[in-house]
């Protein structure tokens, strides 16, 4: 700042204060030099951006959980049936020449006459057999006579008894018939309980059995064993095939 007077000019050098200092004086700093010196500041942040919702957490990888994917046979497998048929099919070999196994004859068979089925004649019944029966208002027992007219012994099997347990109050009354003391009861020593295979080891093995049968795929299989008739319902009474004693059976 500079004075002016009259008689001389006096100069007073006054220290001033910056604007800023004048808006906000601060307090006096006293230094002390055991004092730690501040942190250093951050560097100035850019602005910040919005972040994509597959940048804030990573997706996560699916792992595939134990035994929940379905196991697959190998088609080489011996357990599948054209596997099990592939393997009859081959050809047996002893020393190097080919091995061709005949099935046995039963003796009791003449071509396809049975000479050892003859009164009295033993009848094995299947499930549905006793339940048509009983659809059709037919006595088991008085219809086997009038159909072979002759003595007849109808034949059970645990298969067969346990197949009508099995399907409950709707064949109540087969079942009922079933345990009739004039049923001659056969037992089984197979695992199971699916009469179809029973009924068929059975008529293989022993050629002396009728089948009393409705169903058409037992029927099937029965034809291609030699010697062996099958009964049957039609037109309301009992009829027999593959059974030249016979001749009053009706043919469908």
Do not use: W
Request: proline fraction near 11%; charge should be positive; hydrophobic fraction near 35%.
């Amino acid at each position: 700042r500079c004075f002016f007077s009259s008689s001389s000019l006096i100069i007073i050098i006054v220290p001033c204060r910056s604007p800023v200092d004048l808006r906000s004086p601060s307090p006096p700093t006293t230094t002390n030099h055991h004092q730690p010196p501040p942190p250093p500041q951050p560097p100035f942040l850019p602005a910040l951006q919005p972040l994509v919702p597959s940048q804030i957490m990573p997706k996560q990888k699916k792992t595939r959980k134990f035994a929940a994917h379905k196991r697959m046979l190998n088609p080489k497998d011996a357990r599948l049936k054209h596997n099990q048929e592939k393997k009859k099919k081959q050809v047996k070999k002893y020393q190097g020449k080919e091995v061709k196994e005949v099935t046995k004859i039963p003796s009791e068979l003449f071509f396809k006459y049975n000479s050892s089925l003859g009164p009295p004649y033993h009848i094995l019944v299947d499930t549905n057999f006793i339940n048509f029966a009983i659809q059709n208002k037919l006595d088991v027992f008085t219809s086997f006579m009038d159909c072979l007219l002759a003595k007849c012994v109808p034949i059970i099997t645990d298969c067969v008894m346990a197949e009508l347990e099995k399907l409950g109050p709707k064949y109540r009354v087969a079942l009922r018939v079933a345990k009739d003391p004039r049923f001659e009861r056969l037992p089984c020593q197979h695992k199971g309980t699916y009469a179809d295979d029973c009924l068929c080891n059975r008529v293989t093995q022993h050629r002396c059995y009728i089948v009393a049968t409705c169903d058409k795929d037992l029927r099937r299989r029965i034809r291609k064993i030699p010697g062996v008739p099958i009964m049957y319902i039609s037109q309301r009474r009992f009829s027999i095939e593959r059974f030249p004693d016979v001749n009053n059976a009706p043919e469908t």
